[in-house]
């Protein structure tokens, strides 16, 4: 089974950089234990902010399981 999502599209429309690093930090430390997750958002992501967006290179980095 694989978990997917939890990503809240406002925090890309209304938060920092920093807010969407810190946040999908707290969700792969909580989730990445065993494998199996599927960083997402909730729904479409419409009108955010493009640097929020760039974010996602953070899960490439930092939600390897190793």
Do not use: H, W
């Not at 810190?22 to 992501?45: A, E, H, N, Q």
């Amino acid at each position: 089974m694989c978990i997917v999502g939890d990503i809240p599209c406002s925090l890309f429309q209304t938060g920092t950089p920093e807010d969407v690093k810190r946040y999908f930090k707290k969700l792969i430390d909580v989730v990445r234990k065993d494998g199996g997750f599927i960083m997402s958002t909730r729904s479409p992501v419409d009108d955010v902010r493009t640097e929020n967006l760039k974010m996602a290179d953070f899960t490439k980095e930092y939600g390897v399981y190793r």
